[in-house]
């Protein structure tokens, strides 16, 4: 895994910040908020997550994004014309072991969010801003097909098809009060499985993952109130072309459904059902630098953010000395 790649799925944040805009008389608005380079649970977007990489590597990355959009509601609702735009800053650190004959690694992502939320209250204009870092990232994976192999046996290796397993946690380490209606923290536990597979072809590749977010309980949301949220589902797929070694183009899309949410025991609402699709261009920059390009935009769905995200990445790779 990560061989080719800026650190899988940890340039971002993944860092869901639960926002709610309050209890309205009819209902309690829930909105599921991300910026692009924390590419929290719906928005993730991640191609090359499972390609293969030598042991004993070292990914140090650092992402800037910027997501803007529109959050469609319930028009019986005295909300409107809500505009977030979210500026995210992520510095991550990947690195590669053998574990038996596999190769394995471990990942960790410190993300710092800023975001700017537009809306009109009952024809009212409102704005407000927030600051802070968002929940601590950590991530685990293991290929499962192939033997470990050291950077010189990597360099000479033929490509071949990589199946790999992960999990990642998200613990509740970002920026949180209760008495806010909106934070960047979600001050819950979240844990995630997930399987993927990339296939050379040639100079083309194809890869896909699946994997479900389980969410732990809120129970300090907003006055004490308890916030749950059922499991969502993930799905990515990803088709690309590599021009030279680490110079390449992928077109992506994903698919993710479920995630309803639920204050103090109401009936859930908002469960997904929703696509988005981008490109992402990765190119080298020199020895052990690389540099990626990522673009992406919502495709359909009913409920979630109509955000089209822009991130850059800078990676720095190099490999224990033995």
């Not at 969410?215 to 589902?233: I, K, V």
Request: charged residues 15%; aromatic residues 12%.
């Amino acid at each position: 895994m990560l061989g080719e790649v800026i650190v899988p799925e940890m340039t971002s944040v993944p860092h869901r910040a639960i926002l709610v805009f309050g209890v309205l008389p009819s209902a309690v608005v829930i909105l599921a908020f991300a910026g692009a380079a924390s590419r929290a649970m719906s928005q993730e977007l991640e191609p090359r997550s499972y390609s293969a990489s030598p042991i004993d590597s070292n990914f140090a990355v650092g992402t800037l994004s910027n997501s803007t959009g529109t959050v469609p509601l319930d028009p019986s609702l005295p909300l409107s014309d809500v505009r977030p735009a979210v500026n995210t800053a992520t510095l991550s650190y990947t690195h590669t072991f053998r574990l038996g004959d596999r190769t394995a690694n471990w990942a960790v992502s410190f993300p710092y969010l800023g975001g700017h939320v537009s809306a009109a209250v009952s024809d009212r204009p409102q704005a407000f801003s927030r600051y802070g870092f968002a929940d601590f990232r950590a991530r685990v994976g293991v290929n499962l097909l192939g033997r470990a192999l050291t950077p010189a046996e990597f360099a000479r290796r033929k490509p071949r098809t990589t199946l790999g397993i992960s999990a990642t946690v998200i613990a509740p380490t970002g920026t949180y009060e209760r008495t806010e209606l909106i934070n960047i923290g979600s001050n819950r536990w979240t844990f995630k499985p997930e399987i993927g597979v990339e296939q050379p072809l040639g100079k083309w590749f194809t890869d896909l993952s699946a994997g479900v977010w389980l969410f732990g309980e809120n129970s300090d949301y907003f006055g004490g109130q308890p916030l749950r949220q059922a499991p969502l589902d993930i799905f990515q797929f990803h088709a690309g072309y590599t021009f030279r070694q680490n110079q390449w183009l992928a077109v992506d899309a994903n698919y993710y459904s479920g995630g309803a949410t639920s204050v103090n025991g109401a009936t859930a609402i908002n469960s997904l059902a929703n696509s988005r699709y981008g490109l992402t261009f990765s190119q080298p920059m020199g020895s052990g630098l690389s540099a990626k390009l990522s673009w992406s935009r919502w495709l359909s769905g009913r409920f979630g953010q109509r955000f089209s995200t822009v991130a850059a990445a800078l990676q720095y790779l190099w490999f224990d000395r033995r």
